[in-house]
């Protein structure tokens, strides 16, 4: 080969290599702030987005960044002035937790491992690491006695697939698919948008959003709207949201609104119900622009459950009960039910399906591509006519009643000294005779 091609060929893999790795996408590091009652970083929700993007906030940018540290000496406030004790780089403290520090706006150098970040002499941490561009986490922990009650506007922000926003609930905080007064909620006074989305890449987990509203101004659970132009990622999974109080003049309330032409919108396992007033439109679910994917909700009386008047939407394993129109508008559809199941409690406001139902139970499509748990966590199986229609998978958990197997076969389980077991498992060894009683027991628990 002539050496002018060769110099070629290794100049154009030298090309494509640095080309390659100068643009990789790295991971980001998830900045948390615990938001609890009492006790965390913040009280509420509405005071975390409020001071974390004060002044705006780019999480994108390399003058961003995440540190661990050691502990706090002293204190430093949000919004504070820090340098690094070394380097003498510089930047803004947005927030300091027990083991993290969020920095913005760097400049002036570059903070080092090992140094002190610090306010002063008396007020730093000593950071371990040379930092990471972060992911802002709102980690809302521990029992909730009185709800929150501020509307939350993310906005502010700027985001990215990787760098992006979430806000969720741990299981001290979260619903167990039914609503609950000791847990996390956001309850906010008529005629607001209770959590507004107006960035570009977030995700919203485990929460319960509910409000009363007897005023002539239209209120929303969730909403998006006005964010960016571009990409977008908005995932909103595992809430319940309720309308608590409707009147005749709050037409257009609604549980989850899309209105955004640059959203797309993934929306799954959620729940929403009472968006219903006799005679005016009130909706559960509502797109107007944008793109949304409505994937394994609930929707419980509602005027308008699923409703489209813009954008695209997509709707699969989607469960309508005791609405006025289940699907209107141009959805595309794929295993949907508005045939109402039958519910474990309905009149109390628990919708997860009963042990008997037959109407959503094992007719949805497998949809573990794009999530694999319903609302409780619990995984769903996979194959085809597995999955159930809604927001909750009806599992079979431990039996209720003791089961009479006469003796078991020897080498098979070890002995006991009574009849009455409980079945673990699926294959059960035994020997002699076993009764009708006991072969209707056993079918129970199938």
Same mark, same amino acid.
């Given at each position: 080969?002539?050496?002018?091609?060769?110099? @070629?060929?290794? @100049?154009?893999?030298?090309?494509?290599?640095?080309?390659?790795?100068? +643009?990789?996408?790295?991971?980001?590091?998830?900045?948390?702030?615990?938001?609890?009652?009492?006790?965390?970083?913040?009280?509420?929700?509405?005071?975390?987005?409020?001071?974390?993007?004060?002044?705006?906030?780019?999480?994108?940018?390399?003058?961003?960044?995440?540190?661990?540290?050691?502990?706090?000496?002293?204190?430093?406030? #949000?919004?504070?002035?820090?340098?690094?004790?070394?380097?003498?780089?510089?930047?803004?403290?947005?927030?300091?937790?027990?083991?993290?520090?969020?920095?913005?706006?760097?400049?002036?150098?570059?903070?080092?491992?090992?140094?002190?970040?610090?306010?002063?002499?008396?007020?730093?941490?000593?950071?371990?690491?040379?930092?990471?561009?972060?992911?802002?986490?709102?980690?809302?922990?521990?029992?909730?006695?009185?709800?929150?009650?501020?509307? /939350?506007?993310?906005?502010?922000?700027?985001? $990215?697939?990787?760098?992006?926003?979430?806000?969720?609930?741990?299981?001290?905080?979260?619903?167990?698919?039914?609503?609950?007064?000791?847990?996390?909620?956001?309850?906010?006074?008529?005629?607001?948008?209770?959590?507004?989305?107006?960035?570009?890449?977030?995700?919203?987990?485990?929460?319960?959003?509910?409000?009363?509203?007897?005023?002539?101004?239209?209120?929303?659970?969730?909403?998006?709207?006005?964010?960016?132009?571009?990409?977008?990622?908005?995932?909103?999974?595992?809430?319940?949201?309720?309308?608590?109080?409707?009147?005749?003049?709050?037409?257009?309330?609604?549980?989850?609104?899309?209105?955004?032409? #640059?959203?797309?919108?993934?929306?799954?396992?959620?729940?929403?119900?009472? @968006?219903?007033?006799?005679?005016?439109?009130?909706?559960?679910?509502?797109?107007?622009?944008?793109? /949304?994917?409505?994937?394994?909700?609930?929707?419980?009386?509602?005027?308008?459950?699923?409703?489209?008047?813009?954008?695209?939407?997509?709707?699969?394993?989607?469960?309508?009960?005791?609405? $006025?129109?289940?699907?209107?508008?141009?959805?595309?559809?794929?295993?949907?039910?508005?045939?109402?199941?039958?519910?474990? #409690?309905?009149?109390?406001?628990?919708?997860?399906?009963?042990?008997?139902?037959?109407?959503?139970? +094992?007719?949805?499509?497998?949809?573990?591509?794009?999530?694999?748990?319903?609302?409780?966590?619990?995984?769903?199986?996979?194959?085809? +006519?597995?999955?159930?229609?809604?927001?909750?998978? @009806?599992?079979?958990?431990?039996?209720?009643?003791?089961?009479?197997?006469?003796?078991?076969?020897?080498?098979?389980?070890?002995?006991?000294?009574?009849?009455?077991?409980?079945?673990?498992?699926?294959?059960?060894?035994?020997?002699?005779?076993?009764? #009708?009683?006991?072969?209707?027991?056993?079918?129970?628990?199938?």
């Amino acid at each position: 080969m002539p050496k002018k091609i060769l110099f @070629f060929l290794v @100049f154009i893999i030298l090309a494509v290599f640095t080309f390659v790795f100068s +643009n990789k996408t790295l991971a980001a590091t998830e900045f948390v702030s615990t938001i609890m009652e009492s006790g965390g970083d913040y009280s509420s929700l509405a005071s975390w987005e409020a001071a974390i993007s004060s002044s705006s906030i780019d999480l994108t940018t390399s003058t961003t960044k995440v540190f661990s540290h050691s502990g706090i000496t002293g204190s430093i406030s #949000d919004d504070a002035l820090v340098y690094g004790s070394s380097s003498s780089a510089m930047g803004t403290a947005v927030h300091v937790t027990a083991s993290q520090i969020l920095i913005k706006g760097i400049y002036s150098g570059t903070f080092q491992s090992g140094e002190r970040v610090k306010v002063n002499a008396s007020n730093y941490v000593t950071i371990s690491d040379a930092g990471d561009s972060a992911i802002a986490t709102a980690k809302i922990d521990g029992a909730w006695t009185n709800a929150e009650t501020s509307a /939350v506007v993310i906005n502010g922000w700027t985001t $990215t697939s990787t760098n992006y926003i979430s806000v969720y609930t741990t299981t001290a905080a979260r619903h167990t698919g039914k609503w609950d007064n000791t847990k996390y909620r956001l309850n906010t006074a008529s005629g607001v948008t209770n959590l507004g989305i107006l960035e570009n890449y977030v995700r919203i987990e485990g929460l319960q959003i509910g409000f009363t509203n007897n005023t002539s101004t239209v209120t929303r659970g969730i909403f998006v709207v006005a964010i960016d132009a571009g990409g977008s990622d908005i995932r909103i999974t595992n809430n319940i949201v309720r309308a608590l109080d409707l009147t005749s003049s709050t037409a257009s309330s609604t549980g989850i609104y899309v209105n955004d032409a #640059d959203a797309t919108v993934t929306v799954i396992n959620n729940i929403v119900y009472d @968006f219903y007033i006799a005679g005016v439109g009130a909706n559960c679910y509502w797109i107007n622009s944008g793109v /949304v994917n409505w994937y394994n909700n609930t929707a419980q009386n509602c005027g308008m459950a699923f409703y489209q008047t813009g954008g695209t939407a997509t709707s699969k394993n989607d469960g309508v009960a005791s609405s $006025t129109m289940p699907f209107s508008g141009t959805i595309t559809e794929t295993t949907d039910s508005s045939s109402t199941p039958t519910f474990v #409690d309905a009149a109390n406001d628990d919708f997860h399906l009963a042990s008997n139902d037959t109407t959503w139970r +094992n007719v949805g499509t497998d949809l573990s591509a794009s999530s694999t748990d319903d609302i409780d966590g619990q995984t769903r199986p996979t194959g085809a +006519n597995t999955w159930d229609i809604g927001a909750d998978e @009806f599992v079979n958990t431990a039996p209720n009643a003791p089961v009479s197997l006469g003796q078991y076969q020897s080498g098979c389980s070890s002995a006991i000294s009574t009849s009455t077991y409980w079945i673990a498992t699926s294959t059960i060894c035994f020997m002699g005779v076993i009764s #009708d009683s006991d072969l209707y027991d056993l079918e129970k628990l199938q």
